[in-house]
């Protein structure tokens, strides 16, 4: 067997070791996101009350476009946190203000979001919003720990370095989600999933699972 073998043409080489923690890896993703599916049902019942309290009577559930490993579309599962209009008031927002538009599409963000419902805002502070995605996790769309995952126009910020950023599975947290999320900048925070895709490691997934934790509990970077 060769001591080095790669994963694709465009990606850093891989030693049989690594094989080992991708295949563990998986086995985890299946373990973990099986009992997070479990955990999943009565939460579910739980967002879908708080929505009805607040008079909003339409699906908890949002499906999103964006790209999974090798740039392979994939649709994430999230709780809606913006309301069902939630494109048109962005078009709008943006129409009538040139200077955060400079922003947000630099950014991707956009503080004190229109969209946001108060129910969502519960969601997102409290990352319960993202809990869905145990279900792609589950089907092998994604992976516990990676690169979160970008729509199609957002990986051109990645230029030459885009197969590297779509050589892993994306991840439900990571090194950036886990390190200040909305805190830190977009240029900041490509080098940050490209350093996990040239390090990643069991070591740096405990590291990531303990950072994303303190995280979540902190609302560090929710938004």
Known sequence: MDKEMAITSD???VVPLKYFYFVLKRVMDVLISFVGILCLLPLILFVKVLYICSGDFHSIFYRQKRLGKHGKEIRIFKFRTMVVNAEEILADWLKNNPEKRKEYLRDRKIDHDPRITKVGNFLRKTSLDE??????IFIGDMSLIGPRPVVPDE???YGK???????LRPGLTGYWASHGRSNISYKERIKMELYYIDHCGILLDLKIV??????????????
């Not at 370095?161 to 050589?167: A, E, M, P, V, W």
């Not at 303990?210 to 938004?223: L, R, S």
């Open 131 to 136: 809990f869905p995605q145990f279900l792609n």
């Open 11 to 13: 990606t850093v080489k």
């Open 155 to 157: 990986v051109k910020k």
């Open 161 to 167: 370095q885009k197969n590297k950023f779509l050589s």
């Open 210 to 223: 303990f950072k994303t934790f303190i995280a979540v509990f902190k609302k560090d970077g929710a938004k």
